[in-house]
């Protein structure tokens, strides 16, 4: 915990963390309003191919305009300034740049960024989940090749599940279940851009004032997000998913233990050491009291009768039984927390999570009667929600990744609920982000 007194030795020595940031949408917009108060780092640059949308970010998050004006990287530099941009080259080819925040959500983008930055030497920190999931333990094994950090972003569920994750192992406890909280109903998987904000009840006036884009925030209402997510902990932590993927139980915090237990100890879960998302509302819609909704957990079992004893001598909540017990966080800042991630990257050569297994895979599902000829239009759209699979049984299937799913056509009508498989579309092999995942399937799938 001593990540700031590092920050305050590199900024004794003139020597600030340099950052570059690749998007400055909700997320990246978060961490441009912290990093101006953090010591010891300096924002060198950020791309986005909307600059005007970029600088008005940057206002709205209380920088003043002679602090991001910059005519150039090398001015910035010399200044300590931040350079805007609209490409991401330019800022990948920095001079005293250290890490790179992939912050775009456009999996083909955040792949390409992420491998072009490992090749420079650049640390990584991934906020794109999306291209996490499809080519991230890839992606890994390359940046540890070149000795540097690949890196889950801190603030963003995952990792801090991974966090909670770690703690209980540390200290020599078996993890039961492992996850967050989300709202959720069976019939969201059918929502799209056009009845998300329905969902959601934001008034005109939120929505106008601020970063909301319908299709992200309609991939969590969907079940997208939360089965990107849930890989991308599976992943990075060695939990394996159920066999059906997400179950999606109603579960306050005081019921935690009791809920994401295996069944054969009275639970909903098919087994121990997995990830599972528990729903803020019940199936009839009623809301679920004390709901984990913006929350993460993890859950585990005290072994022996003196571990359980002390459950209760130290007042956890427990199951019934008094053998499971939960930890949770109510809530995530995503991007205003995300200076953890870089910190750690930089300083203590360490990831807050990372892609080391290869265990879950997010499969393209039709939210509707899809025809021959019909553009998919990828996560958060109108034609297909991401399920949660084991790899096993993805590739079993032959199913299309949610994150390759975007601006191809169907050559086979798919019916609502069915998966997309890689033979019903045609894929470019010689696009990169399909050549990355082939060559992941290649090396990884031989394990």
Not at 178 to 199: F, I, M, Q
Not at 229 to 258: C, K, Y
Not at 273 to 302: A, C, K, M, N, Q
Request: aromatic share 6%.
């Amino acid at each position: 915990m001593n990540l700031h007194r590092l920050l305050q030795g590199r900024a004794r020595d003139q020597n600030p963390v340099r950052i570059g940031l690749i998007g400055v949408g909700k997320f990246g917009s978060m961490f441009v309003s912290q990093v101006r108060r953090t010591t010891g780092m300096h924002l060198l640059a950020a791309a986005d191919l909307d600059v005007k949308g970029a600088r008005a970010a940057f206002a709205r998050t209380g920088w003043d305009e002679s602090a991001y004006d910059a005519r150039s990287v090398d001015e910035a530099l010399k200044t300590g300034k931040t350079c805007l941009l609209d490409d991401a080259q330019t800022l990948l080819d920095a001079p005293g740049l250290e890490v790179v925040i992939e912050c775009t959500g456009v999996p083909s983008l955040g792949a390409r960024h992420a491998k072009l930055a490992i090749d420079r030497g650049l640390h990584v920190v991934m906020v794109n989940v999306e291209a996490d999931v499809l080519v991230g333990p890839w992606l890994a094994r390359r940046a540890r090749e070149a000795g540097v950090v690949y890196s889950m972003a801190f603030g963003d569920q995952p990792a801090l599940i991974c966090e909670q994750v770690d703690w209980a192992r540390t200290v020599g406890m078996e993890v039961v279940a492992a996850g967050k909280g989300t709202k959720y109903l069976p019939e969201y998987h059918r929502s799209t851009p056009d009845t998300v904000w329905n969902h959601y009840g934001f008034t005109e006036q939120q929505l106008a004032q601020g970063d909301f884009n319908p299709r992200m925030f309609n991939s969590f209402l969907d079940g997208t997000k939360s089965a990107i997510e849930m890989a991308a902990v599976a992943n990075a932590t060695g939990l394996v998913p159920q066999s059906d993927g997400l179950r999606f139980p109603p579960a306050g915090v005081d019921h935690l233990a009791d809920v994401c237990r295996p069944e054969n100890a009275g639970g909903v879960l098919q087994h121990s050491g997995t990830v599972e998302v528990v729903s803020s509302l019940e199936r009839d819609g009623s809301e679920v009291p004390r709901d984990l909704r913006w929350g993460t957990y993890v859950t585990f079992e005290g072994d022996t009768d003196y571990v359980r004893r002390c459950f209760s001598e130290y007042g956890l909540v427990t199951d019934s039984s008094g053998r499971f017990s939960s930890l949770y966080r109510p809530s995530h800042l995503i991007g205003l927390e995300l200076g953890v991630s870089v910190a750690s990257a930089a300083l203590r050569g360490e990831p807050t999570g990372m892609s080391e297994y290869w265990l879950g895979d997010v499969i393209a599902t039709a939210k509707r009667d899809l025809a021959i000829g019909e553009l998919l239009d990828g996560e958060g759209g109108y034609c297909v929600y991401g399920r949660l699979m084991r790899v096993q049984d993805a590739k079993a299937l032959g199913g299309l990744p949610i994150g390759l799913a975007e601006g191809i056509k169907l050559r086979r009508a798919v019916r609502a609920g069915e998966p997309v498989c890689r033979d019903d579309v045609a894929l470019d092999p010689a696009a990169d982000i399909v050549a990355m995942r082939d060559a992941m399937e290649a090396e990884l799938g031989a394990e």
